[in-house]
């Protein structure tokens, strides 16, 4: 899908002093970081097989692993996210949306753009969808402050 040869991104400076200092941001090593979230994975997965979309997915938004060098984490996180997403009912995505914080909306909308820019290994249909309805409710607002935030996920 790429339609670069050369991952020009890996000569921004800027880019990479951000990362290299995002990575201070975090005061836990990467296995501290990799244990939390395979300990959130289990009751974010339980939550889900009660049928709590809201506290599931609450659950999964909850401190994610920002840094450099944390690649594992990130991505067993977006899955987690993806997972409740996905177990959620196409009507219920408004009333999970609305129940969100402002932060938590935006902090969901880095990891459906996460997904969108992956769509080997996310359903892009139900990212759309529930794209659509974080907009809905924090309106292009949040596009902005999650397009321009250097915390990435």
Same mark, same amino acid.
Request: aromatic share 4%.
């Given at each position: $899908?790429? %339609? ?7 000569? &921004? ?8 200092? $995002? ?5 836990? +090593? &990467?296995?501290?970081?990799?244990? $939390?979230? &395979? ?8 939550? *889900?097989?009660?049928? @709590? ?9 909850? &401190?994610?692993?920002?840094? =450099? ?16 997403? $996905? ?5 219920? *995505?408004?009333?999970?949306? +609305? ?8 902090? !969901? !909308?880095?990891?459906?753009? =996460? ?15 529930? %794209? ?7 309106? !292009?607002? @949040?596009?902005?402050?999650?397009? +321009? ?5």
């Amino acid at each position: $899908m790429a %339609h670069r040869k050369l991952d020009i991104d890996g000569f &921004d400076t800027e880019q990479q002093r951000m990362a290299e200092q $995002m990575q201070y941001l975090s005061t836990k +090593s &990467d296995a501290e970081v990799a244990s $939390m979230v &395979d300990q959130k994975a289990a009751s974010v997965r339980a939550a *889900i097989t009660r049928g @709590s979309s809201v506290e599931a997915l609450e659950k999964a938004l909850a &401190d994610p692993p920002y840094g =450099h060098g944390l690649d594992a984490a990130q991505s067993a996180n977006a899955q987690l996210v993806s997972e409740v997403l $996905m177990a959620t009912r196409a009507q219920d *995505i408004n009333n999970v949306v +609305s129940s969100l914080t402002e932060d938590s909306r935006d902090v !969901l !909308l880095k990891y459906i753009y =996460h997904g969108l820019a992956r769509p080997a290994g996310f359903n892009c249909g139900v990212l759309l969808s529930w %794209h659509e309805r974080v907009v809905e409710a924090g309106g !292009l607002g @949040s596009i902005v402050r999650v397009m +321009s935030d250097r915390k990435t996920i």
